[in-house]
């Protein structure tokens, strides 16, 4: 039995270009370094002999040489041999990153434990036979497994477990990839794995990567996901933040344990508000999944519904406080403010503040004009910044009234 650590799109160097303040920014793009700091702890407290990446260690094939010499020392720490294979996102092609001389040089240099399979090649080792499935071009309209049914395993010994790794979506399987705005890349119909085109009865384990949660495709086909998320997940069933431990051998179902090695959260809310109630349930959530911690948690806020201008200013303020503590907070949806007809009075009926009665009235009759107007001639714009108008002057009104 062979024991060995399965991981995959570290992603290293992702510029995280949503993130507007640079700070924030940089502290997510440094914990995905930590995160593999992390892995090295693991393999000595689990004895590992070696280490697969299943493909896209770096996000780009233009990754700083810093940052590329900084994982690299990472990986040395390892104690363990690491074998590495192209993915979509670093391809092993020409112009990629893996071929340039000065990365072959540094890895020879500063990190002789990797070994990167950049070749459609059996590599046996000690304990087990690896078969990589290495990506020569980001996008390959053939199947990166393909090769495998043309080996002649009667050359090749029956006692060591053997390993496909292998970078790409299943058939019957898709992953997504997502840009920077969280719309959903249609990369999909390439580099597709197609376990009918293999003869699984040779194969123990495939060690498999680009879909970013852990994804058990069948009893010895794991995708090991990310071991630190870089994205909202878009169901409650997605597991990030993980490495996994596979103990294996020679015609057995291998064993998988996943280890937690993410530090960061991102989370999820989708809601309607309407009510005092409604902002209360919010603000209860965002209290409970970030437990007040700061600068640790990412949030995805998907919201509709309608609010008087009272509770619209609650709601804007609580925002702003998210904003502060939050590394990150996008925002889905539109919330609109309408004020009720009590606050409308309270701002036209003000004997002593004739210029804000005046405004007030203003915006007020134009709002009413506007509801009137059939939905086709309707610009939502000018009715959004009319009640924002309004929102403001009632808020500015408060104030002064404190």
């Known amino acids: ?64 040489q810093s940052i590329i010499l900084e994982t690299l020392e990472i990986i040395r720490s390892f104690n363990c041999n690491v074998f590495i294979i192209p993915g979509n996102h670093d391809h092993g092609g020409c112009g990629g990153l893996w071929r340039k001389k000065e990365v072959i040089t540094n890895i020879q240099k500063r990190s002789p434990n990797i070994a990167v399979l950049n070749e459609e090649k059996i590599m046996e080792i000690d304990n087990a036979i690896l078969i990589p499935c290495p990506l020569t071009r980001q996008r390959d309209c053939k199947s990166p497994t393909s090769w495998i049914k043309n080996i002649e395993w009667n050359n090749y010994t029956n006692e060591k477990p053997r390993i496909v790794i292998a970078h790409g979506s299943v058939v019957g399987f898709a992953s997504k990839d997502y840009d920077n705005s969280g719309r959903e890349n249609n990369h999909n119909q390439n580099n597709k794995i197609d376990f009918d085109e293999i003869n699984c009865n040779h194969i123990d384990y495939f060690a498999l990567g680009d879909w970013h949660s852990m994804k058990r495709i069948n009893n010895k086909s794991w995708y090991s996901g990310t071991p630190e998320p870089d994205r909202f997940s878009r169901n409650d069933n997605e597991k990030r933040g993980q490495v996994l431990i596979v103990d294996c051998n020679r015609n057995q179902v291998p064993k998988v344990k996943h280890i937690k090695t993410s530090q960061l959260y991102w989370h999820n809310i989708k809601i309607n508000l309407n009510s005092n109630n409604d902002l209360d349930k919010l603000k209860q959530n965002i209290e409970t999944i970030t437990k007040s911690r ?20 609650y709601y804007d303020l609580m925002i702003k406080e998210l904003t502060q503590n939050l590394l990150h907070l996008r925002v889905k949806g539109k919330c609109l403010c309408k004020p ?16 804000i009665s005046i405004i007030a009235e203003s915006l007020f009759n134009k709002i009413k004009e506007y509801e009137q107007i059939e939905i086709k001639d309707k610009d939502l714009d ?4 009319r009640i924002l108008c309004l929102s403001e002057l009632n808020r500015l009104c408060t104030e002064l009234t404190k």
């Open 1 to 64: 039995m062979v024991k060995f650590l399965h991981t995959a799109d570290w992603q290293i160097g992702k510029p995280f270009k949503n993130v507007v303040d640079q700070q924030k920014r940089f502290r997510i793009q440094q914990e995905r370094l930590n995160s593999v700091r992390r892995i090295s702890d693991i393999i000595l407290g689990e004895d590992i002999e070696f280490v697969l990446i299943a493909g896209d260690l770096f996000d780009s094939n233009t990754v700083k």
């Open 340 to 355: 009720n007809e009590e606050e409308i009075e309270g701002l036209i009926d003000r004997p002593n503040d004739p210029l």
């Open 382 to 385: 000018d009715e959004e910044l």
């Open 294 to 313: 700061i600068n640790r948690d990412l949030l995805r806020l998907e919201v509709n519904g309608q609010l008087n201008l009272s509770q619209f200013n």
